[in-house]
Each structure stands twice: as structure tokens, then as C-alpha cells.
């Protein structure tokens, strides 16, 4: 059975920054107290916050859509979540799902401390103000494929996402995920697509790395 547990050190005075520690499971059963607590702080007016995620093993689309559907509130308010001491194994979803290019990782919670202290606010770069711009999807359920997805574009063709997906991904495999879905919605394409389905429809086609993008690059020059 998924369980979690979350302890909250959040000292008071200045913009000392709350330390939120998670351990266990956060997928689509146990989020919702992570949630409670996440916006409880943004309630309290706690911008600067620290999620230690050393004890967490499992982070499913629900939980880092926690994150992402807070940080843009948080980062009007001139302040920022940095998440710390992340497991291998979900580190690697969090470079997978490209969130490195949104939110800061730190390999302990002294040294996302000492960010906060160096008077910096953390700036978006632009492909991750595309994402915290965008619409918050529903995060799929998992394991229940996206339904395909055409529609005429403006040159009468009718685009499905995977040729589509194919095109753009010859063309320039380096894109990131945010700016594959901006091309999507862009002539002659005018694909309207969510970025956790885009995700996961990258996933199927074994297009979800730059590495693999660029083989399939590869693969149609030779």
C-alpha cells in the first residue's frame, strides 16, 4: 500500500525558506496531502520553500504537477521552490520530463539554502516560461494511452500528432519539450496539444530523450 509522510520546519522572520520533507510514494493517491500542504504555505504568504525528497522513491504526473502548478504563483511573488536530495531513479524522471529546465535541484538541503541566501531569485529561461505559461493539464491516468489527435491545418492536410511529432523531430531533434509543442501549434501542423499528453505521446514513439530524437535523426539521413 502507497503511504507518505511529510514533516514541515518552516521558521518564522524574514524569508527564511520552509523545508517541506517527504518520504514514501507521491502518486495519484497519496499528492493530495503534499498539495494541502504546498498551498497551505502558499496561503501563509511562504514563497521560498524547500521540498527535501530524499526519502521519496516515486514521484507519478500527479506529483510533479504539484510543483509546476504552484511555481508560477510562487515566482510572482518573488519566490521559488528548489527541490534537494532527489534518488537516482527519480531524478531521472525529473531530467526526462525536462522540469530541470523549470525548478532548481540541489544534492542537499544546505545547498538549497545557500541559493536562497545568495540573494538570487531564480529566473525561468524561456523555454520554461512556455511551459509555466501554458495551461495545467489533468495529469493522465497511468497506463491509459492518449487518444490520437488530428486536425485540418491551414494548408488542408490533416497532421496525426505522430507524423507530426516525426517531422518536427527530424527537422531540429535538439528541441525541447516546450518548444516541440510550440511548433506543434504553429502552421502548417496547428496541433493543440497538452504537454502531459505530448509527453507521453513521446514516451510511445520512443522519442522522449534528445538522444533518441537525434538518432531518429540519424536514422532518416542514412
Not at 536530495?85 to 524522471?93: G, L
Request: glycine residues 8%; negative net charge.
Amino acid at each position: 500500500m502507497d503511504d507518505i509522510k511529510i514533516s514541515l520546519d518552516a521558521p518564522g522572520g524574514g524569508h527564511s525558506p520552509a523545508i517541506v520533507r517527504v518520504d514514501g510514494v507521491v502518486d495519484t493517491m497519496t499528492a493530495g496531502e503534499l498539495e494541502n500542504v504546498m498551498n497551505s504555505l502558499i496561503e501563509q504568504k511562504r514563497f521560498n520553500i524547500i521540498v527535501d525528497l530524499g526519502g521519496v522513491d516515486y514521484i507519478s504526473s500527479a506529483g510533479w504537477g504539484i510543483f509546476i502548478s504552484n511555481i508560477r504563483e510562487i515566482r510572482q511573488n518573488r519566490g521559488d521552490i528548489k527541490l534537494a536530495q532527489m534518488m537516482p531513479s527519480v531524478y531521472e524522471i525529473f531530467e526526462l520530463l525536462e522540469f530541470d529546465s523549470i525548478l532548481g535541484a540541489f544534492d542537499s538541503v544546505e545547498k538549497a539554502r545557500l541559493d536562497f541566501r545568495g540573494g538570487q531569485e531564480a529566473q525561468p529561461s524561456g523555454e520554461a516560461i512556455a511551459v509555466l505559461q501554458a495551461p495545467i493539464e489533468q495529469p493522465p491516468l497511468l497506463g491509459k494511452p492518449p487518444a490520437a489527435d488530428s486536425v485540418p491545418s491551414s494548408a488542408g492536410r490533416r497532421w496525426t500528432l505522430e507524423a507530426a511529432l516525426e517531422q518536427i523531430c527530424r527537422h531540429d531533434p535538439f528541441l525541447s519539450t516546450a518548444e516541440i509543442r510550440s511548433a506543434l501549434a504553429e502552421s502548417p501542423y496547428s496541433l493543440q496539444v497538452g504537454w502531459w499528453t505530448l509527453w507521453r505521446r513521446l514516451r510511445t514513439m520512443d522519442l522522449g530523450t534528445k538522444r533518441q530524437r537525434f538518432a531518429l535523426s540519424r536514422r532518416q539521413k542514412g
